[in-house]
């Protein structure tokens, strides 16, 4: 057995590094390893990236056919001869948004690549708590398996929103459903206790355990989004977790924190909720935005336009996303005069994303662009997210929100964001990072045919639903042909159906994709998209603790077609500096003690 | 049906909010096109051929500045148009002191409109009510006492630009005023339950006139259908 | 045996890069962090419920016990210091004075507890719950509602600190911070006096407000 003994800078012993083999138990399941732990989100989110698909598809084709029987039947209690009932589609809707939000986006974005690429983009062996990292995982999986179980148990799953507004959510005479509210508030909870522990990992990861040289703003930008995501995990998860448990109190023990009829307050809830709900929605989309800079950044051979502009415009969304939570309750009754305080705050978020957009752009301009299967997905992502975020401000305007609110128009704006944004940036680090992750390249050709249907599939999906919205369509209906003014939309959103049904089929492809290559697929080298960052310069996949002797960092992570190097258009981070007559390489193995 | 624009609006301040809808649509338009059209650009302009290398440089700080500080002015022109409408439809003092005043109390899975009755007073003995279709005078402002008894419902009429929770226990007064006699169609826009899709009503407003008359009708009958909104248990699905 | 973690648990004098903490105790305070919004959460809650329903909350002498608590907020701010005398007795490598000293604190947090086991029990025969039903005390179930939920957690948190105390004591008792490495009881003495800070704003805006 071989130790090396990793320092940091000031010469701190932190972990030993151990090369000799563990149990297939200690190495595969209860891991300490950062990065089986993130390969463990990764296929457990992915998972939940199914079902969550996949109850979208019944809720699509309920919107398409209403009251028209499943070719399948789903049980006498939820689709009694195949027809969908109403509580079930409630069902449907609360479950879709919970599962896609906590446990395929945020556990993608989060659990997966904070935990794999923090310590390999900082040059640390491993996180600073790994076996509170392995605690974090396996709480997530009790989470899991409560959600699924919800939909099994009498009265079926949580019926109230993912927002699970109270009364409806405290009080099971009113939304029909019993146990099922309860397992959904359990479930976040453990969930939620699992996100803290994640968050503190990666807070004390990022600010102790970077490699020599690696300077705050020598880091990645991943890294930069990660950290700045952890923070806001760190201080928005347990404020949903005590409202969670305000919830679950009133459902089982009798308190009445948001019942009105002896003394509570519901709107209490929003606002908790929302307080919590605000931030989570940019820890839903800044990590994205992190794994697009580095792949346009890799993609266009270019540095990172306004390095220290993207830092700055993460950070103002991500203390901004504290003072725009009452957005979301602009019809809920508040004061107009605190409405309009939140409109302007609301109004002044989309700046900093719009400095960012710019910046990818300009990241863009004048770059020698290779589109790789990221750079694809990178760039759908700033189209989209384009979208996403203009279709924002008609919501953050007060008076067309009066409008437009909890109508198709909020849908099709977050869908924008969550799956146009989240999804394709998601899409985009997979497939940069797979061959980093299990030392294989993905099908190229099969990933671009994926890509071109989903960017397609997601468009005819998602776009019609702004005119839906502009045109009354609320949210969350099971049958909108009961309104006379809306039924004519019924042939819009049968389009949108068989759009909807052809965008999951595509995802099938990716699937199978990305197993197929996990046995066959064409061995990766440790650096297949020239880039610069200190994950390339280890073994795809990377041994266990990762660098065979702590990387020393000499400049930042985007220096693409530097002038100092003619002979490529890379530059690692852990290089020398080049002097003339120097041989290339030379850093490799600079510090070995 | 025109899936581009909103339904046309039949409210006085109705036509104020399409005006910024409409405003933010064409900023919005033109940045995606200025947004898209640079994207598409420069991948067929900056596309990868043999030998070529990309400009090595690291920011402008005047591009920053600019890009800064152009979207904060459109966002807050926007913002400052938009408090403008906002206060006229929301804020208590523009309310109009000659308002004819409802109650609407939702539940689940319907609406229940009190009327003042004789006494033009509402919470008194005379007040009739009504249930899903709610009768008022057109080119009068209209105020709704909007309670639940339940669980949050939202009260939304799409052609007149009018949405407001429904939050039991709490109190809600908002206002209105039709241009055109007609019948609108009244939604619930909040989750509240299994029938929340089919909790929908009417508004039938009439020329002042004819609301009068129907007014009087009500209030012959008024003994017999006497009682304000029905506040007895029964919102259990 | 040398797990990364357990490595990395070495004394402070070596710290970590970056903030020159040592990556148990900046876990400590980033975990920290995380409480004092959880709690933050559980008592603007109740600020904001007691402010929106006065007539929910009666003055607190006349349900609660106020000199039975107050006399438990001594026993746990005595608990924080024993827990600083542990502390320095493990920084001057006085290995009994750990013993001694981290079990006082677990005597005095388990006699808070026992306090606080205690109180509830009577004000539950007194019609005090945290549910509508069978509420009888002056003022409204809100107030049960409140009070329970939030003294409750609080209580968790010290059942929680007095088994990880105990977990520290059996490691003491193995000769764990006898040789200068009291990074194990700096952590658990941050975790403590957090409690304890909360209990004293949970003790002056319930009991005292």
């Known amino acids: 057995m071989t130790t090396a003994v990793v320092t940091g800078p ?14 297939f138990v200690r190495k595969y399941i209860f891991s300490t390893d950062h990065k089986v732990i993130g390969i463990q989100f990764l296929f457990m989110s992915l998972l939940f990236l199914v079902i969550g698909g996949a109850l979208a598809m019944l809720m699509r084709y309920q919107l398409a056919w209403p009251g028209e029987p499943l070719p399948m039947g789903l049980g006498e209690t939820r689709a009694p001869g195949g027809i969908i009932l109403p509580e079930f589609y409630n069902s449907l809707v609360t479950m879709h948004g919970t599962i896609m939000v906590f446990f395929a986006i945020m ?58 507004y109270a009364p409806l959510s405290a009080v099971s005479e009113y939304s029909g459903v019993q146990a ?8 976040l909870i453990i969930l939620g206790f699992s996100s803290i522990l994640g968050a503190l990992n990666y807070i004390t990861t990022v600010i102790n355990m970077r490699a020599p040289g690696m300077t705050w703003f020598r880091m990645p930008l991943p890294v930069w989004a990660l950290f700045i995501t952890a923070i806001l995990i760190l201080l928005a998860v347990p404020v949903l977790t005590g409202a969670l448990i305000m919830l679950l109190f009133d459902n089982v023990l009798g308190t009445t924190f948001f019942l009105p009829a002896s003394g509570g307050e519901p709107l209490l809830w929003q606002h908790l909720f929302w307080f919590f709900g605000h931030p989570e929605v940019y820890i839903l989309i800044l990590p994205a935005m992190g794994f697009v800079s580095e792949i346009i950044a890799n993609g266009s051979r270019k540095p990172v336009f306004g390095y220290p502009a993207m830092v700055i415009a993460i950070a103002s969304i991500a203390i901004l996303g504290w003072l725009v939570w009452g957005h979301h309750m602009f019809q809920s009754g508040m004061n107009p005069m605190l409405g309009s305080i939140f409109m302007g705050t609301t109004m002044v978020i989309a700046v900093p994303s719009a400095i960012k957009v710019f910046n990818w752009l300009a990241t863009m301009w004048k770059g020698d662009l290779h589109f790789h299967v990221p750079m694809l997905h990178a760039i759908s992502f700033v189209a989209l997210f384009v979208v996403g975020g203009l279709s924002g401000v008609f919501l953050a305007s007060t008076p067309v929100d009066i409008y437009l609110h909890d109508t198709y128009f909020v849908v099709a704006h977050l869908h924008y964001v969550l799956f146009g944004g989240s999804l394709f940036g998601i899409f985009a680090a997979i497939t940069y990072w797979y061959p980093k992750m299990f030392g294989r390249m993905m099908n190229e050709t099969v990933n671009r045919i994926h890509w071109l249907l989903t960017f397609i599939g997601f468009n005819a999906v998602f776009f019609p639903m702004h005119m839906l919205g502009s045109a009354g369509m609320m949210r969350r209906l099971y049958d909108y042909t009961e309104y006379p003014h809306l039924e004519p939309l019924q042939e819009t959103n049968i389009f949108m159906t068989w759009a909807a049904f052809a965008l999951f089929a595509a995802q099938l492809l990716f699937a199978v994709n990305f197993i197929w290559c996990l046995f066959r697929g064409r061995r990766a080298d440790p650096n297949p998209w020239n880039a610069n960052s200190l994950e390339w310069t280890t073994p795809s996949p990377p041994p266990h603790g990762n660098f065979p002797a702590t990387p020393v960092v000499h400049r930042g992570p985007y220096e693409y077609s530097s002038p100092d190097v003619a002979d490529r258009d890379w530059y690692p981070q852990d290089e020398l500096p080049r002097v003339v007559g120097a041989p290339a390489h030379a850093a490799e193995t600079e510090v070995r003690r | 049906m025109n ?13 104020d909010i399409d005006a910024i809808f409409l405003t933010i649509t064409w900023v919005t338009v033109a940045i995606f096109f200025i947004v898209e059209v ?42 400052v148009q938009s408090a403008g409408v906002w206060f006229d439809a929301r804020f208590p003092g523009r309310i109009p002191e000659n308002a004819y005043e409802i109650a609407v109390r939702a539940k689940q899975f319907e609406w229940t409109a009190t009327y003042p009755g004789a006494d033009d007073e509402l919470g008194t003995e005379d007040d009739f009510t009504s249930r899903n279709v709610i009768h008022l005078p057109a080119d009068t402002p209209v105020v709704v006492h909007l309670t639940a008894e339940d669980v949050i419902h939202s009260f939304f009429v799409p052609e007149l630009r009018v949405k407001q929770d429904a939050v039991p226990g709490m109190a809600q007064r908002i206002w209105f005023e039709m241009t055109e006699p007609g019948e609108y169609v009244l939604g619930c826009a909040e989750l509240c339950g299994l029938g929340h899709y089919r909790m929908k009503g009417r508004i039938m407003a009439y020329t002042n006139d004819d609301f009068m008359r129907w007014d009087l009708e009500q209030r012959r009958p008024a003994v017999a259908v006497a009682g304000t909104a029905s506040t007895e248990a029964g919102g259990a699905p | ?139 409204g179930p809100l107030y049960g509602s409140t009070f329970y939920t939030m003294t409750g957690f609080h209580g968790a948190h010290v059942f929680l600190g007095v088994v990880a105390l105990c977990f520290t004591l059996f490691r003491a008792t193995r000769g764990a911070y006898d040789h200068g490495d009291y990074g194990g009881i700096e952590v658990m003495g941050l975790y403590w006096h957090f409690v304890d800070l909360v209990w004293i704003i949970l003790f002056t805006i319930v009991y005292l407000m």
């Open chain 3, 1 to 139: 045996m040398s797990t990364p973690a357990s490595l990395s648990m070495l004394p402070p004098v070596d710290a970590a890069p970056g903030i020159r903490v040592y990556n148990q105790k900046l876990g400590m305070w980033v975990f920290l962090l995380s409480e004092i919004m959880f709690f933050t959460s559980l008592i603007g809650s109740y600020i904001i419920l007691r402010s929106a329903h006065p007539e929910a909350y009666p003055t607190p002498g006349s349900v609660l016990n106020i000199p039975l608590t107050a006399f438990n907020t001594f026993v746990l701010i005595c608990s924080s210091v024993t827990m600083v005398k542990a502390f320095a007795a493990a920084e001057v490598r006085d290995a009994r004075g750990i013993r001694v000293w981290l079990l006082a604190t677990i005597g005095l947090g388990a006699f808070f507890l026992g306090v606080q086991a205690f109180e509830y029990w009577k004000l539950l025969g007194h019609g005090f719950g945290p549910s509508v039903a069978g509420y009888t005390a002056a003022g």
């Open chain 2, 38 to 79: 640079a994207l598409v650009w420069f991948i067929v302009k900056y596309r990868h051929r043999e030998g070529q290398r990309a400009l090595h440089i690291h920011g402008s700080m005047r591009a920053e500045l600019i890009w800064t500080a152009v979207p904060f002015l459109i966002v807050m022109m926007i913002a």
């Open chain 2, 3 to 15: 899936f581009w624009t909103l339904p046309e609006s039949f409210s006085t301040f109705g036509d």
């Open chain 1, 107 to 164: 556990p993608l974005l989060v659990g997966v690549f904070a935990n794999y690429l923090i310590p390999l983009q900082i040059g640390a062996p491993d996180m600073a708590f790994p076996r509170i990292n392995m605690l974090s995982f396996w709480l997530a999986v009790p989470a899991g398996i409560l959600i699924v179980a919800s939909f099994f148990v009498i009265g079926g799953a949580a019926g109230a929103g993912w927002t699970a």
């Open chain 1, 180 to 187: 099922g509210q309860n397992l959904w508030n359990i479930s």
């Open chain 1, 10 to 23: 000031g010469g701190a012993v932190q972990h030993p590094v151990h090369h000799d083999e563990p149990s």
